[in-house]
């Protein structure tokens, strides 16, 4: 079963052939549509690219093996719960929260607000970005996927996809492009 097959399958009717066969495929397809966005979930809690990217991969063993998952009626807000509470969960397991959490109460009211609102556009842009690679060409959006979030270099993603190191380097750079500017559209719109 290739993922790119379903890919007008929408998140409802993946879940519900999940539901009937059980096979995690389905559910593969769909969290690989929401790796963007479960990967700036983690980054606004843990605020390191590694551990965010960590959790992803845990966030996704989860949903993988949660029996629980069978009861969802909407997959993108439920997602982004279960990635929200396991960042949660391993920043209560660190041991230096209480001096975080001390230095955070010592910030002034105006930059809290101001921190905040950064924090809100940077989840914006974030969601921004989810919803404008899916606008991408297949091949853009796997490329750029392989290459930014996977940190897969040109000959893994030539030896991983069959297109030629010069495609690759292609679909990257248009792929980039057509995504700032579809981000800057989405933007200038609201």
């Not at 998952?69 to 041991?95: D, E, S, Y």
């Not at 955070?104 to 105006?110: E, L, P, Q, Y």
């Not at 404008?132 to 897969?152: G, N, P, V, W």
Request: hydrophobic share 35%; glycine share 4%.
């Amino acid at each position: 079963m290739k993922p790119d097959q379903h890919e007008h399958m929408t998140d409802m009717e993946l879940l519900d052939r999940f539901k009937i066969d059980r096979n995690n495929q389905w559910l593969g397809i769909l969290l690989k549509r929401y790796t963007l966005l479960l990967l700036g979930i983690c980054m606004k809690y843990l605020k390191n690219e590694e551990e965010a990217k960590d959790a992803v991969q845990q966030v996704f063993v989860k949903v993988l093996t949660d029996p629980t998952t069978a009861n969802i009626q909407t997959f993108r807000p439920w997602v982004g719960t279960v990635a929200r509470n396991h960042c949660l969960m391993k920043l209560r397991a660190k041991p230096n929260r209480i001096v975080e959490i001390q230095e955070k109460m010592i910030h002034t009211r105006g930059e809290e607000s101001e921190e905040r609102l950064a924090h809100l556009e940077k989840d914006r842009k974030l969601e921004l970005m989810e919803e404008s690679m899916r606008e991408l060409s297949k091949e853009q959006e796997q490329c750029l996927t392989l290459f930014y979030l996977e940190k897969r270099s040109y000959q893994e993603i030539t030896d991983q996809t069959g297109y030629s190191i010069q495609q690759v380097k292609s679909y990257i750079q248009n792929g980039k492009r057509n995504l700032k500017i579809a981000i800057d559209k989405k933007i200038n719109a609201s």
